[in-house]
């Protein structure tokens, strides 16, 4: 690897501020399931012997920046690594009775699986389909099932909220032509 690591401020003070207050560790619990998630993506770009540029760890989550000179099929395996890694987390950890720290792996692959940029399945989406009015017309599909889902089964404003903001923003989410 011949790429620099940076983490953010940010990070350093959800960390200190989840240990004093979070009693109920979901914080660092979704942070550590982020930190597996990138994990998934560093193991892939690394068996895809692609050249690592950047780590770096946001409070958002990390982004590893790379170059892959070689094939779209790469950047797809690389993107989908993460929630991959994920999900492999949530099953072990879930046989093991954390179900907790399952359920945070669950939620943080199933939310990057969604076909919207920045998220993996974004990614995924702007590599495979070259025409992008097509893609906002899917992410505004998916996203509107999404809403429903959430009327009919959840409770939670702020989900509502983050559904609205994607769904106004997907055409200019879909115009988006470069990646990495």
């Known amino acids: 690897m011949s790429g620099r690591i940076e983490v953010s401020d ?30 998934g993506h560093l193991i892939a770009i690394i068996l895809c012997k692609c050249k690592i540029i950047r780590i770096k760890f946001t409070v958002f989550g990390g982004v590893i920046k790379y170059h892959n000179y070689e094939s779209k099929v790469k950047d797809i395996i690389i993107a989908l690594s993460g929630p991959f890694m994920g999900f492999i987390a949530a099953y072990i950890s879930a046989k093991l009775g954390f179900f907790t720290f399952s359920g945070a792996n669950l939620i943080l ?14 990614t995924v989406a702007m590599l495979i389909f070259k025409n992008y009015s097509f893609i906002s017309v899917i992410i505004k599909i998916i996203i509107t099932l999404f809403a429903i889902f959430l009327v009919i089964y959840g409770k939670g404003i702020s989900l509502m909220l983050f559904v609205c903001v994607l769904w106004f923003n997907a055409d200019d989410i879909a115009k988006l032509k470069k990646i990495r």
């Open 109 to 122: 692959s199933t939310v990057n699986l969604i076909p919207v940029m920045p998220l993996d399945g974004g």
């Open 10 to 39: 940010s990070v350093l003070i959800i960390i200190i501020a989840a240990l004093l207050l979070d009693t109920t560790m979901l914080t660092i619990m979704f942070l550590f399931a982020a930190l597996l998630h990138e994990i």
